[in-house]
């Protein structure tokens, strides 16, 4: 990994996840990158710009109106030197002024005169990033091509437990690193399948399962952070599209799901289906709602539905596959089982229940591939995404490359 020469402008807003910022200037340094930064007012009440300018190793901006700064580098020209600006951590308010358009401080001003990718590692209270305003803000830079980097969900300083933890040092350093096309699966067109699927009975009632799509969709958010182009297959689910995501394929049955994976896997290098597709689906669909009658069976008749991945492996030409196979009990002997039995190149085994697998925030994995395997112990879907991601890549290097 290299940011050799990469310009990188650190914007810092106030939030007490700025003292990560310190690591992430001596993480992207330490990748030969030049860093700039500037902080808002507020971020100065947390980190004195003393400590980013000896991190960084350059004077520290703060506001528009310093004379000796402007003469050295002024702030139109320090806009037009970043290669990147990231803005870690990115508070409420500062979301607020960019989804707006404000100039009011120097770092919104940098933002509106920089023709730059912006990224942006938002960090606040989980109850503020919930936040129907918050959430219209982030949409509204989104549609803009503004890149947004986690939160994260756990435990905050202000003692709540949920979203709204700024990522990682190195991982906003790694989203970094792929946006120059540095990322593990650089060049790399990723298919990634999520969710539920739903098997309507009529026009009222479906069968469905509980996976809420968490899961697929951090697996699709860290396959992009690594520098892939993903396209998401999702299940009915409401979450919204990850960050950096390319395409986004929304069905609802699983005859739905295998049309949408067929046609994206078409020149695709991986397949990771995290979707629990439904097994079965019922022989026919009632055009009108099924009425109860009492002592009555309703006598539902299933059918198999197609194996997706089992189906891609059989085409002669087909991308690395990688599975996952959800388990409450015997989880290595079904895993390894479905390995071999869908030919696949790696399957994620994923024990289900005690607040594990299904709708959780947490996960537990084991990879296992032909002549290997890997523990993944217990953590958040996003983080264990990222290390899932890492694998994919150094296994299709090993079997593709
Ligand atoms: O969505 P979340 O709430 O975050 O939960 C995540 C999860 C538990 C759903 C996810 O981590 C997971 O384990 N997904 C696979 C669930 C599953 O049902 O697996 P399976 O054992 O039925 O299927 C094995 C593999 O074959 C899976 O990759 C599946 O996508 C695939 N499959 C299954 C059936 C089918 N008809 N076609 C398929 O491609």
């Given at each position: 990994m290299s940011l050799a020469n990469r310009r990188i402008l650190l914007g810092v807003s106030g939030g007490i996840a700025a003292y990560k910022?310190?690591?992430?200037?001596?993480?992207?340094?330490?990748?030969?990158?030049?860093?700039?930064?500037?902080?808002?007012?507020?971020?100065?009440?947390?980190?004195?710009?003393?400590?980013?300018?000896?991190?960084?190793?350059?004077?520290?901006?703060?506001?528009?109106?310093?004379?000796?700064?402007?003469?050295?580098?002024?702030?139109?020209?320090?806009?037009?030197?970043?290669?990147?600006?990231?803005?870690?951590?990115?508070?409420?308010?500062?979301?607020?002024?960019?989804?707006?358009?404000?100039?009011?401080d120097l770092l919104?001003?940098?933002?509106?005169?920089?023709?730059?990718?912006?990224?942006?590692?938002?960090?606040?209270?989980?109850?503020?990033?919930?936040?129907?305003?918050?959430?219209?803000?982030?949409?509204?830079?989104?549609?803009?091509?503004?890149?947004?980097?986690?939160?994260?969900?756990?435990?905050?300083?202000?003692?709540?437990?949920?979203?709204?933890?700024?990522?990682?040092?190195?991982?906003?350093?790694?989203?970094?690193?792929?946006s120059f096309g540095g990322g593990a699966l650089a060049g790399r067109a990723v298919v990634v399948s999520a969710g539920p699927t739903y098997e309507d009975i009529d026009p009222v009632r479906f069968i469905g399962n509980r996976s809420s799509g968490r899961m697929g969709f951090a697996v699709a958010e860290a396959a992009a952070q690594a520098g892939a182009t993903v396209t998401l297959v999702a299940g009915p689910v409401g979450l919204p599209t990850p960050a950096g995501v390319a395409r986004r394929l929304d069905v609802r049955s699983a005859a739905q799901m295998q049309a949408a994976v067929q046609e994206?896997?078409?020149?695709?290098?991986?397949?990771?289906?995290?979707?629990?597709?439904?097994?079965?689906?019922?022989?026919?669909?009632?055009?009108?709602k099924l009425k109860k009658r009492a002592g009555a069976d309703l006598g539902l008749q299933l059918v198999e539905n197609p194996d997706i991945l089992a189906g891609l492996a059989a085409q002669t030409v087909h991308p690395f596959l990688v599975g996952f196979a959800a388990e409450t009990h015997d989880v290595a002997m079904y895993a390894q089982d479905k390995l071999q039995r869908k030919g696949l190149d790696m399957i994620a085994a994923n024990r289900v229940g005690g607040g594990l697998g299904f709708e959780s925030a947490d996960n537990a994995l084991t990879l296992y591939w032909p002549g290997g395997s890997l523990e993944l112990n217990r953590a958040p879907k996003e983080a264990l995404a990222r290390a899932l991601v890492e694998q994919v890549a150094a296994r299709y290097r090993a079997v593709r490359a």
């Open positions: 910022a310190c690591e992430l200037v001596r993480r992207l340094r330490d990748l030969g990158a030049e860093v700039r930064v500037a902080m808002t007012e507020s971020a100065t009440r947390f980190v004195s710009a003393a400590t980013f300018q000896a991190l960084s190793g350059q004077p520290v901006r703060v506001s528009l109106w310093d004379e000796s700064a402007e003469a050295a580098m002024g702030h139109i020209e320090l806009a037009r030197w970043a290669e990147r600006v990231l803005i870690a951590p990115a508070s409420a308010d500062v979301l607020a002024r960019l989804a707006h358009g404000h100039a009011d919104t001003t940098l933002c509106l005169a920089s023709a730059a990718p912006l990224y942006v590692a938002p960090a606040m209270n989980q109850q503020m990033w919930a936040h129907p305003a918050v959430q219209a803000n982030l949409a509204l830079l989104r549609q803009r091509g503004v890149v947004v980097l986690g939160p994260a969900a756990g435990s905050q300083a202000c003692g709540d437990v949920g979203s709204g933890r700024m990522l990682e040092p190195h991982e906003l350093r790694d989203a970094l690193v792929a994206a896997c078409a020149g695709a290098d991986i397949y990771i289906g995290a979707a629990a597709v439904g097994d079965y689906r019922p022989a026919t669909v009632a055009d009108r």
